[in-house]
């Protein structure tokens, strides 16, 4: 019981957070699988796929959106500019969603590396990595306000 009060309290409290340190914005890009017809998103419309309240892209393919680790400048940008809330509070809505059986967050993987190999994998990945790493072989696509 004391873990999740505290699980809770960390996310509320991240909820009033300032805007994530050492990740300016513009430092990542938003990749999906080349099949993918989607060649620009907004950022609400994202913002859906990652806290899994949309489930599918317009074509009817399953979204499959990823994440990197917790400790990335580039997870934290990601978090403030497109989710629209500190990491921590991200933590915390997805814990609520795990707790009450609802739904598991995106996974999460270590590398840059790693978010590219899963949306090269998978038709219906999306994912961001920082805007200085060569994407060969998936579409980059633009995101709207």
């Not at 990652?50 to 959106?65: E, H, I, L, N, R």
């Not at 190999?117 to 306000?145: E, H, M, W």
Request: proline residues 10%; positive net charge.
């Amino acid at each position: 019981m004391r873990t999740l009060v505290l699980l809770l309290l960390c996310g509320f409290v991240g909820l009033f957070a300032g805007p994530a340190r050492g990740a300016p914005s513009g430092t990542y890009k938003v990749v999906v699988h080349p099949d993918n017809p989607v060649n620009e998103l907004s950022r609400a419309r994202l913002s859906q796929l990652f806290f899994k309240k949309s489930t599918q892209w317009d074509s009817g393919v399953t979204a499959m959106p990823v994440d990197l680790n917790d400790s990335s400048p580039v997870r934290a940008a990601f978090c403030d500019e497109v989710l629209k809330r500190s990491l921590p509070a991200v933590r915390a809505f997805w814990q609520q969603r795990i707790f009450s059986g609802r739904d598991v967050p995106p996974p999460e993987l270590p590398s840059d590396a790693d978010v590219l190999a899963y949306v090269r994998a998978n038709p219906g990945a999306v994912g961001y990595v920082p805007a200085s790493t060569p994407t060969p072989g998936l579409k980059v696509i633009t995101l709207l306000d």
